[in-house]
């Protein structure tokens, strides 16, 4: 365990001392991550360590221990006043374009790979759901640096939040029905499914923000508070579980919450949003991390023609998305339009993958004949968003400025 633990160690000091240097040349910070795990993993391989990966336990680090800090952290740095503003865009972003979306990379996929055995269209639904799920944390701090507008920023940070927890929610439930954990259904009944299982979760987690508020009238100190807020997340995702509703949607619901109550003190609690930061960075660095100690060259060689089928399906789909269907939800009324040209940007930066695809495609459980396809398609379209669609948006912002 002592070898195990210097060597992830070693992995996030190499990482703190290289994110300032890809700060400074504009490379996305994830993709130096995935190449820094899988250097140190073939060189401590090499030198006869362990590197401790095993898939037995993935599933439960990646759903039980990263996917909640990333989740509740986004959420409760969310600005609740223009979140409001903005919020049918966003929910139109998040789920009617999420759905679309994973309908669109399974038929693609479908089509393309053209194998019903070993592909069939659970599988490639599965792989849908988990492509949906956008992250533009790769673009945001570029596009900050550039000065693009902060409603842009809002939308892209808010649709990532939203997205991922749908996505995760329709991901999960996907999965168990090719496990068998739960029957496969008919569209409208796993459409009723889907429903119950986010508002149940929404339900849990106001309910355990609400406690959590309460609680905090009796907290001063902000550790305390620290405390709490760590316990507020990850009490609300147990509990959903144990009720088997979306733990994913109880924490996001959760996050907003507590979110808007400290914009509202005096103080803002900056302390805690500088807490949830830290476990962000550290949840969002490891999930990179272990991508990249768990990268095999053979995903790039065996798999190459799913991988291209996987980004080209995710372009079209966020294209379609975008494209179509948003312009059809800034035509509502009460909602402040969108200037043409952040459509293209909305596509091409909003529409990059990372960590909860990442998260997601870690988690698969081996015993799907279909999990290396999925797994491959996944890691493959996270390295296209870093290294070409993250890298590419600050050139599409020069050239769309009026």
Not at 58 to 69: A, G, K, M, N, R
Not at 219 to 229: E, M, S
Request: aromatic share 10%.
């Amino acid at each position: 365990m002592l070898q195990i633990l210097s060597f992830y160690a070693a992995l996030l000091a190499g990482a703190l001392l290289l994110e300032p240097l890809a700060r400074r040349l504009q490379v996305p910070f994830g993709a130096v991550l995935v190449l820094l795990g899988f250097a140190g993993a073939e060189l401590w391989i090499a030198a006869g360590g362990d590197t401790g990966i095993h898939w037995r336990w993935f599933d439960e680090l990646v759903f039980h221990v990263l996917l909640p800090i990333l989740i509740f952290e986004a959420a409760y740095n969310l600005a609740p006043r223009q979140l409001l503003r903005n919020l049918p865009l966003i929910l139109t972003l998040a789920l009617p374009v999420m759905l679309l979306s994973t309908a669109v990379i399974a038929a693609l996929l479908y089509v393309g790979i053209a194998h019903p055995t070993g592909f069939p269209w659970l599988a490639a639904l599965i792989a849908g759901a988990l492509l949906s799920a956008t992250d533009p944390a790769a673009v945001l701090e570029l596009l900050r640096r550039m000065g693009a507008p902060p409603r842009l920023r809002l939308l892209l940070d808010a649709e990532g939040v939203f997205n991922d927890a749908n996505a995760i929610v329709l991901f999960t439930l996907l999965v168990a029905m090719a496990t068998g954990a739960r029957p496969l259904a008919h569209w409208d009944e796993g459409a009723l499914a889907l429903l119950g299982v986010l508002v149940g979760g929404a339900l849990v987690g106001i309910a355990g923000g609400a406690l959590a508020l309460l609680m905090a009238r009796a907290v001063t100190a902000q550790a305390q508070r620290g405390v709490l807020t760590l316990v507020a997340a990850y009490g609300v995702f147990a509990a959903a579980r144990l009720l088997d509703v979306s733990g994913v949607v109880a924490v996001l619901c959760a996050g907003l919450l507590l979110g808007r109550a400290r914009s509202a003190a005096a103080d803002g609690d900056a302390a805690l949003s500088v807490l949830w930061a830290y476990k962000a960075w550290l949840a969002n660095t490891l999930l990179f991390l272990i991508a990249g100690i768990t990268f095999q060259v053979g995903m790039f060689t065996d798999q190459w023609l799913a991988i291209l089928l996987g980004i080209g399906a995710t372009l079209a789909a966020r294209a379609a998305g975008v494209f179509l269907v948003l312009p059809l939800a800034a035509m509502l009324p009460g909602i402040e339009p969108l200037p043409g040209r952040w459509y293209p940007l909305l596509w091409w930066g909003g529409g990059t993958r990372g960590a909860v695809t990442l998260a997601l495609a870690l988690s698969l459980p081996v015993e799907l004949p279909y999990w290396w396809t999925v797994q491959s398609i996944a890691y493959g379209v996270v390295l296209w968003s870093l290294l070409v669609q993250a890298a590419g948006t600050p050139l599409l912002l020069r050239w769309l400025r009026p």
